[in-house]
């Protein structure tokens, strides 16, 4: 994902390090220069916000710590992803679970609650994609 100047500077005084291609600067003046394709980009920012203290209350939430082995203490959070080590977690306001380039997309964990079609594929994804 190609962003513009103006986003890396942004992140980069927030502390935030971002790994580029060293061919990506002229990405980068690209898209500040077009501002078509700066709007057809996803955008970092369309990650829900989300409280690490209340997702661990959550049942399901601390099971995947468990299954993954992993505690709530080595769990980092940056721009509303979560890193758990072995992939990184984000929610979106979707209706599905995806898992590409080791990030996790599901809905908040209290569309879960209802649904116990998302649960198996929480279930099933973290087996096939993540533990395998």
Known sequence: MAITQQQFNHLKEMGVNVWQQRNSEHAIEHSAENPETKNTEPSVSTS??????????Q???VD???????????????NNIMN??????????TDSITFSK????????T???????LKKDLWQIIQQKVLA
């Open 48 to 57: 829900l916000a989300f409280d690490l203290n209340q997702l661990t209350q």
């Open 59 to 61: 049942q399901l939430f």
């Open 64 to 78: 995947v710590l468990q299954c993954i082995d992993i505690s709530i203490g080595e769990i980092t959070t940056e």
């Open 84 to 93: 758990l080590g072995l992939f990184n977690w984000q929610f979106k306001e």
């Open 102 to 109: 080791s990030i996790l997309t599901t809905p908040m964990l």
């Open 111 to 117: 569309a879960f609650e209802s649904n116990s079609q």
